[in-house]
């Protein structure tokens, strides 16, 4: 297989690749001009493309003569999807794609290799690609996951406005087969989608404005902002017909979920309003008597929090479907905050209309890490002369979450590769604390999984902040910035005593590393 093509100006004429794509044709292009800037003749440019090939780029091998094998390194979802397109344009009968993705990489990458293989390709088959330290069929679930998203018959394409396609693959061609219309409220967002077996899970926020009168002794308005997260599951045994089997919906905002073993898990932050507690700054009237800025403060405070009182505290507590979290289930610092809730929801697949269990954390959250069976909270807090970072540990299996424990460390995390669980369920954690005098110091702390320090490497780089991080299995490796960029390897095989293998210093800095073999 190969491409002709015309080329017109000072260059123009007939060519022929021996290559398929049309990016094949872009890089003749290249070819040809760079060529003609070293006065190489035309016939044998011509020549030369004829003959062209790149091995591991589309590269063909001949074993029979009933059909074509091609050898591509396409490592990521818009390469495979470059291939394979460029194979549908020449119409063949069938195309089977064999690929893996390799351990210790993104793990998105392999959800949408496998999406786009399902939805280009005819028949797929998955095999091991250098596992490295993952157990090589978890790899091969997330790539079937993302097949499943496709079926490998049809895509499943969702807008924010609140519309979601579904779309039959025949021989290449699309044809759309159905729309779900979910649009309502002011404002509709879709937030996630998945897609198993013949269930369909849309995640939306739902924005919704009123405008309030109190009618009691103080007489004002507000607005009322409202936003609400729901959780919609559509039967699509028949993709034509989509039919809804309920949905639950969840006070705030959506932030994350995971869907594990049937068994979905929604994170969700809620504020709550601050007007049931503080009222700054407002005329506050009471007959004849006008309250004004601080003394207005203290009387509209005081009755906020009794008319949050006789109301139950509606408004301020999270509801999930309808219903407020019950007291059991929500954590408060012991030094509370006006702070809003982070809510973990669980719902299963087969019973999409109840709540399996729930859980809330009173408190910021910035991030949140999951690995197998634990999901962990994580934000940074100022004390006033340095910043460090709290944790909360929650394990969750078949719908039940459970608290397990909290613990600190010193410093900020700078982004989700630098907090990492390992085989023994003990906590990584890397840092660059920020000090009052300006200075910064990079660390690592080892947590036990009841989230007690046990180990700990303070200091790594003198007046150095983290760029970068990586854990593989008990090697880890950190990038710290300031002048120069010193890597850093991190024997981590004993937690209570990590220890520093090697170091590198190179100019510049890297915010990001990546295996690449071993």
């Known amino acids: 297989l190969g491409v002709d093509f015309k080329l017109g100006g000072i260059a123009g004429g007939e060519y022929t690749i021996a290559m398929p794509g049309k990016f094949s044709v872009y890089n003749a292009l290249c070819t040809i001009a760079l060529c003609g800037c070293f006065k190489a003749d035309d016939e044998t440019i011509r020549k030369a493309l004829l003959q062209a090939h790149v091995r591991g780029r589309m590269e063909r091998v001949h074993v029979s003569d009933k059909f074509s094998l091609f050898i591509d390194y396409a490592h990521n979802a818009m390469a495979l999807e470059s291939l394979l397109v460029s194979l549908r344009e020449y119409r063949p009968k069938r195309i089977v794609c064999l690929f893996g993705c390799g351990g210790n990489r993104s793990r998105s990458r392999r959800f949408e290799m496998g999406e786009v293989s399902g939805r280009l390709a005819d028949f797929t088959i998955i095999t091991s690609d250098n596992p490295r330290f993952e157990e090589p069929m978890d790899i091969i679930a997330d790539i079937i996951t993302g097949i499943k998203k496709t079926d490998g018959k049809y895509i499943y394409q969702y807008f924010n406005f609140g519309e979601v396609r579904i779309i039959a693959i025949d021989d290449g061609q699309m044809d759309k087969v159905s729309t779900i219309d979910v649009t309502g409220g002011d404002e509709t967002y879709v937030s996630e989608m998945y897609v198993k077996d013949d269930r369909l899970v849309l995640i939306l926020n739902i924005y919704e404005s009123s405008l309030e009168n109190d009618t009691g002794e103080v007489y004002y308005y507000r607005v009322n902002d409202s936003e609400i997260v729901h959780v919609m599951t559509y039967d699509i045994s028949d993709r034509e017909n989509p039919r809804s089997l309920g949905e639950v919906t969840i006070d705030g905002s959506y932030r994350t979920s995971r869907l594990v073993d049937g068994y979905l898990y929604v994170m969700s ?78 719902i299963k697949l087969t019973e999409p209309t109840k709540v399996v269990d729930t859980k809330s954390v009173m408190g910021y959250v910035d991030q949140v890490y999951a690995s197998t069976g634990s999901l962990f909270f994580y934000s940074q807090e100022w004390n006033g002369r340095y910043d460090h970072t709290q944790i909360v540990k ?43 005098d300006g200075s910064q110091e990079s660390s690592l702390y080892i947590l036990d999984k009841d989230m007690k320090k046990i180990g700990s490497l303070l200091d790594i780089a003198g007046n150095e902040g983290i760029k970068s991080c990586r854990f593989m299995g008990d090697i880890g490796y950190i990038v710290t910035f300031r002048n120069t960029d010193p890597l850093f390897t991190v024997d981590l095989s004993d937690p209570a005593n990590p220890t520093i293998l090697s170091e590198l210093t190179i100019p510049g800095f890297s915010e990001s590393l990546h295996y690449w073999g071993d």
């Open 394 to 436: 929650f394990s969750y299996k078949d719908g039940k979450i459970t608290p397990e424990a909290a613990g600190s460390v010193r410093g900020y995390v700078d982004d989700s590769f630098c907090i990492d669980e390992d085989a023994d369920g003990n906590l990584r954690v890397a840092t660059t604390t920020w000090s009052d």
């Open 269 to 346: 932050t809620y504020g709550q309003p601050l007007y049931y507690l503080y009222d700054y700054d407002i005329n506050y009237v009471e007959g004849d008597t006008t309250y004004v800025t601080d003394e207005a403060t203290e009387k509209s405070t005081e009755d906020s929090k009794n008319n949050a009182i006789d109301n139950g505290l509606d408004g301020v507590i999270p509801k999930i479907n309808g219903t407020p979290v019950e007291a059991c289930d929500i954590m408060i610092p012991e030094k509370a905050k006006n702070e809003p809730f982070y809510t973990i929801t669980s």
